[in-house]
């Protein structure tokens, strides 16, 4: 392994960082310019923005035929996001859940990875399931933007009287970030997997490997760092649900453009089928009963989300050492992990929906 796949991986993850933070300050000045509520843009603009990282990666990836990074990328963000991110912040501080991350984000999230591990089945993503894909993700933005501002009782910001001088200069301001971290992100982007996929080849490990562990451990960086710092300054109302978010928006919205962009549809490597879209089905099941049974998370289920992704990160370790590991990793994935996660969450939802009085569900709570 040359020096310089190193020092290009890490420029490239600097890039996308970068990038990433330009593209969402950009982006939210133009949203309030256009009198846009800070729920909104928060639903729109800066999710999509925060998951740019994945989503360049992730579709230079499959442009160039290498489906494996493409797809580790996006299954190994969502477990990072759900596990790590939410997990790190609720180790430091109690993390609150709202009521739309439990009937909403999670479900979502489990049944769209649901949807596309039915539609991989084959090792194949074709391109009019990644349309379908990408069709239910706008479809799911417009439901949490009508919902919210439903729900939601003063959202709007009040205009501001400025001179079209000022407003001129902020638009400006607005387009020449979101420009400048827009070129990171596709310069990043590119020197990230062209090294990523050198430092596999160099390892003798697979691409997949390298995209759920190195790779999407550097795209997800941004939303790790954020959600610490909100978790020690105490700002955690929206830590779980922004890492949830951002997961749906991975497998709908990254995906489904994967698919589009790949020569035949995105290639599916038959190690994930077996073993990665598994635990990510289950890690969604098992967060979403932690957040019923207490709505909250606290720094036992904090710690145990980081010591689930662990084992995972070890299993994937040692399946690269030996591939021959797979098998038994994905009886137990497939025959203990994820029925005994399905079978908890249906009794905590069952005893949840029968407790009498205000069903936990429906318990008054601040959403987004």
């Known amino acids: 392994m040359s020096p310089l796949d190193l020092v290009f991986f890490i420029i490239g993850l600097v890039l996308l960082v970068v990038g990433a933070e330009g593209l969402v300050r950009g982006a939210t000045r133009l949203g309030r310019l256009a009198g846009l509520s800070p729920l909104v843009i928060g639903l729109t603009i800066v999710s999509f923005a925060t998951t740019a990282p994945e989503a360049s990666v992730s579709i230079v990836a499959a442009s160039q035929g ?94 501001v009287t400025r001179t079209r001088q000022a407003a001129l200069r902020d638009m400006g301001a607005g387009l020449g970030l979101a420009a400048v971290g827009a070129t990171f992100l596709i310069l990043g982007s590119r020197l990230f997997v062209n090294s990523a996929s050198d430092i596999a080849t160099a390892l003798g490990v697979s691409e997949l490997i390298i995209g759920l562990t190195i790779v999407s451990a550097g795209t997800s960086a941004p939303e790790l760092t954020t959600a610490v710092i909100a978790a020690l300054r105490g700002q955690t109302d929206l830590a779980i649900g922004n890492a949830v978010g951002a997961s749906v928006i991975n497998v709908l919205g990254v995906i489904g453009a994967a698919a589009l962009v790949s020569k035949g549809g995105l290639e599916v490597p038959s190690d994930a089928l077996r073993l990665d879209f598994p635990v990510a089905l289950s890690v969604g099941i098992i967060v979403l009963a932690i957040a019923i049974i207490g709505r909250q998370a606290g720094r036992r289920d904090g710690l145990f989300m980081l010591g689930f992704y662990g084992v995972y990160l070890i299993a994937l370790i040692a399946i690269s050492i030996d591939h021959d590991l797979l098998t038994p990793a994905s009886i137990i994935v497939f025959g203990v992990v994820l029925p005994v996660s399905a079978i908890t969450a249906s009794y905590v939802i069952f005893r949840a929906v029968r407790r009498p009085g205000p069903a936990r569900l429906d318990v008054p709570f601040v959403d987004r």
Request: proline share 2%; no cysteine; charged share 15%.
């Open 66 to 159: 290498r489906g494996g990074l493409a797809v580790g990328n996006v299954l190994g963000s969502n477990i990072f996001n759900t596990l790590v991110v939410a997990g790190a912040a609720a180790a430091i501080i109690v993390i609150p859940v709202s009521n739309l991350t439990i009937r909403k984000d999670l479900p979502v999230l489990i049944a769209a990875t649901l949807i596309v591990y039915i539609f991989a089945v084959n090792r194949n993503v074709a391109e009019w399931e990644g349309i379908l894909l990408l069709l239910v993700l706008v479809g799911f933005i417009t439901f949490s933007v009508l919902q919210s501002r439903r729900t939601a009782r003063a959202t709007r910001e009040s205009r």
